[in-house]
Nanobody
Framework: QVQLVESGGDLVQPGGSLRLSCAASGTISSINNMAWYRQAPGKGRELVAIITKSGYTNYADSVKGRFTISRDNAKKTVYLQMNSLKPEDTAVYYC???????????????WGKGTQTTVSS
């Protein structure tokens, strides 16, 4: 079984910073793309940032210049450094990975359960 566990969400004041982490565990052979999504109250889930196995990154326009995605392949972990946080960044943040389990020829999509980030004074 493969599991993703996020951590790092918290209550922070506008202008503050947070670092989210997401670690994959289980019988993993290979991890392709890693990404962060978020879902604000009353809204759909949106892609925040994505990083490929080779390190190529892409960001939503709303977070460019403020958020940085990175990965540690040895630790099977993806990070999201969030700076200059705004109230509109308030959301549940979800980790997403494309993972091939041992013995499985296909990559499958896995999701974490989410971590709440609230930006408020």
């Amino acid at each position: 079984q493969v599991q993703l566990v996020e951590s790092g969400g918290d209550l922070v004041q506008p202008g503050g910073s947070l670092r989210l982490s997401c670690a994959a565990s289980g019988t993993i052979s290979s991890i392709n793309n890693m990404a962060w999504y978020r879902q604000a109250p009353g809204k759909g889930r949106e892609l925040v940032a994505i990083i490929t196995k080779s390190g190529y990154t892409n960001y939503a326009d709303s977070v460019k210049g403020r958020f940085t995605i990175s990965r540690d392949n040895a630790k099977k972990t993806v990070y999201l450094q969030m700076n200059s946080l705004k109230p509109e960044d308030t959301a549940v943040y979800y980790c997403n990975m494309n993972i091939a389990a041992i013995g499985d020829l296909n990559y499958r999509e896995y999701w974490g359960k989410g971590t709440q980030t609230t930006v408020s004074s």
